[in-house]
């Protein structure tokens, strides 16, 4: 569901695709809920890929992007606890960042594409993020499975 809003929203509110990448979001939460880096890493490529096919990149960035995040924040999930809403919008916040190089790096060096990146602008959108993922993880942690 994610993946059609992040396709849809931005032809009636154009600025909402700089700002808010709601499948890193769901990316995020997944991944740190379920704890396990193998399945983190399958579900990062997995939105990352099916990103790239609903979107006028080449495929594959999204793909390598969201999978580093997805390792990334499973394994964080494994040492940390996160059900504190200062540090999920902290995490999401620096996976942002994280994930914003990892796709700079891959469009610059493999795709050769013409990328700019703007370290101010980059912090403002992991914030926004943060602040939507914060909403948009305890909206999902009543869905989320308890053991």
């Known amino acids: 569901m994610a993946l059609v809003v992040q396709a849809y929203v931005p032809k009636y509110f154009p600025g909402f695709a700089a700002y808010v990448d709601l499948p890193l979001l769901v990316t995020i939460f997944f991944a740190m809920a379920r704890r396990n880096p193998i ?22 960035i999204y793909g390598i992007a969201k999978t580093v995040v997805g390792y990334g924040a499973s394994s964080l999930g494994v040492k940390l606890d ?62 989320k499975q308890r053991t």
């Open 39 to 60: 399945a983190g890493l399958i579900t990062g490529a997995i939105i990352g890929l099916f990103q790239d096919l609903l979107g006028h990149n080449p495929i594959g």
């Open 82 to 143: 996160l059900e504190n809403a200062g540090a999920r919008l902290l995490v999401t916040l620096g996976f942002y960042l994280v994930h914003s190089a990892v796709y700079f790096t891959v469009a610059r060096g493999l795709v050769n594409s013409t990328q700019h990146w703007s370290l101010p602008q980059g912090i403002l959108a992991g914030i926004v993020n943060g602040v939507i993922g914060v909403l948009l993880y305890f909206m999902l942690d009543r869905f």
